[in-house]
């Protein structure tokens, strides 16, 4: 895909995919809450206000790095960042994070590109599981290894072959979906860098990404 305002549909359709859950969450909250006179209810239906407000503002702290162009931030950024916006997002669900990169910062599309394979290897884990992060630095640039684990594990080939480019996967840019579109993204991202990415299956519920920068 070549046409930027299409995309930036598509990563729209994907953003509000993401967040109607928790926002709609708040807003039938708010309903009960209005209508509600036991305190103890009310106080139920508090707590899970704040849940709904928490895990939306973890989601939009995670895709303003995911998607957006990172202002605010210098050229590089912390990797320390990139972890609180990680831990933010998967917190209080199915998926654990075990983060441990030896490597102190990123440029920005070299954050976006991984927190984008993040979110791929998330998705993949149906049923849950963890998700490690190691690298370190070498004298060409980083190396980032990403493995998702879990009993059931799907990460559909359309995803991979966009995210790899291997096979047809850049001949299939003009079929993009919200759903297709952070694969592409890291995958573009990365080859404005220099960089790639790879992907490994280990059995069933193994996953590995590598993401050279």
């Known amino acids: 895909m070549t046409d930027p305002i299409a995309f930036s549909a598509l ?46 503002a973890s989601r939009l702290q995670f ?21 609180d916006a990680v831990a933010a ?13 030896a490597v102190r910062e990123l440029s920005k599309d070299g954050l976006k590109a991984l927190l984008n394979v993040m979110l791929l ?9 963890t998700i490690t992060v190691d690298g370190d630095t070498r004298a060409a640039g980083a190396e980032l290894r990403i493995t998702a684990a879990g009993d059931r594990l799907l990460l559909p080939p359309e995803i991979e072959m966009m ?6 996967g850049a001949s299939h840019d003009g079929a993009l979906t919200p759903k297709l579109a952070p694969a592409f993204l890291a ?3 990365l080859v404005g860098l220099g960089g790639q990415v790879t992907v490994a299956r280990e059995g069933d519920g193994i996953v590995k990404f590598v993401i050279l920068l």
């Open 11 to 56: 990563l729209c359709s994907r953003l509000c995919h993401d967040l109607i859950s928790p926002v709609g969450a708040f807003t039938n909250g708010l309903e009960l809450l209005a209508d509600e006179d036991n305190p103890e209810m009310q106080r139920q239906v508090i707590e899970l206000l704040e849940q709904s407000a928490q895990q939306t």
């Open 163 to 168: 995210l790899t480019g291997g096979a047809s």
């Open 89 to 101: 997002y998967f917190a209080g669900g199915k998926v654990t994070v075990d983060w441990r990169p």
């Open 121 to 129: 290897a998330g998705e993949s884990l149906i049923r849950g599981g």
């Open 187 to 189: 995958r573009t991202t």
């Open 63 to 83: 895709f303003r790095l995911a998607f957006g162009a990172g202002a605010g931030f210098g050229e590089m950024v912390a990797m320390d960042t990139g972890r």
